[in-house]
């Protein structure tokens, strides 16, 4: 079945370290993106990519970095330079267009 | 720039009640809707899009959405309530051109 996976599920960091949270799909889509949820904020953009080799900032890019070397999978990096990075993070695909998007089942990524 | 609001944190009903959800939109083009869920630790599921035709849009497990231009909303609805329906939801938004803008989320809760 074709779909989009994240992991891990859970993820726990100390403080000072990077870690890189991990999306993958199966469905042929150009387009993948990185979103952040905190509680009562709703889904803010990370970052975004239409294309292989080629990314652009969203609205929250700053502490975060992100690759797309192949079609299926673009990782995101939570750097120790974001703040605060304990929070839910989802990850989508589309196609190039007006379509809906593909969700994983998300990453929760607990600073410790 | 393209946005979304859902108006209300919360909507409680009573199982078998009649639901609405609301969300107002603003674009420059052509509005291109949709309708999530999200259950606790999972991510987005699709549950129905606007793009064009009938106002009255239906989707999964018995949810609808009634497109109105000159109110500019997208409420979602559902005739009988369960307290299976109880999740949050998601109204976002997107134009040809631009990524998905999503609203802060409804917490809908369903009390038997």
């Known amino acids: 079945d074709g779909g989009i996976t994240q992991s891990p599920k859970y993820l726990f960091r100390k403080e000072g370290q990077n870690v890189t949270l991990s999306c993958e799909q199966n469905l042929n889509h150009d387009a993948m993106y990185w979103y952040r949820q905190d509680p009562g904020q709703g889904l803010r953009l990370i970052y975004y990519s239409q294309i292989v080799n080629d990314f652009q900032k969203g609205d929250i890019a700053e502490g975060y970095s992100v690759s797309r070397e192949k079609k299926e999978s673009f990782p995101l990096t939570v750097t120790s330079a974001q703040k605060n990075p304990t929070a839910f993070y989802l990850c989508?695909?589309?196609?190039?267009?007006?379509?809906?998007?593909?969700f994983g089942s998300g990453t929760r990524l607990t600073v410790v | 720039a393209q946005s979304v609001a859902q108006p209300e944190d919360q909507v409680n009903v009573a199982e078998g009640n009649p639901l609405t959800v609301k969300c107002t939109y603003s674009v420059s083009g052509n509005p291109y809707l949709f309708w999530y869920v999200q259950y606790p630790n999972r991510g987005l599921q699709f549950l129905l899009k606007?793009?064009?035709?009938?106002?009255l849009v239906k989707g999964s497990y018995g949810f609808e959405a009634e497109f109105n231009k000159s109110q500019t909303s997208f409420h979602l609805k559902k005739p009988s309530a369960l307290v299976s329906d109880s999740a949050l939801y998601f109204c976002?938004?997107?134009?040809?051109?631009?990524?998905?803008?999503f609203g802060a989320g409804t917490r809908l809760t369903v009390k038997p």
């Open positions: 976002a938004v997107r134009d040809w051109d631009n990524d998905m803008r």
């Open positions: 989508a695909s589309s196609i190039v267009g007006i379509s809906g998007y593909t």
């Open positions: 606007y793009i064009t035709g009938d106002n």
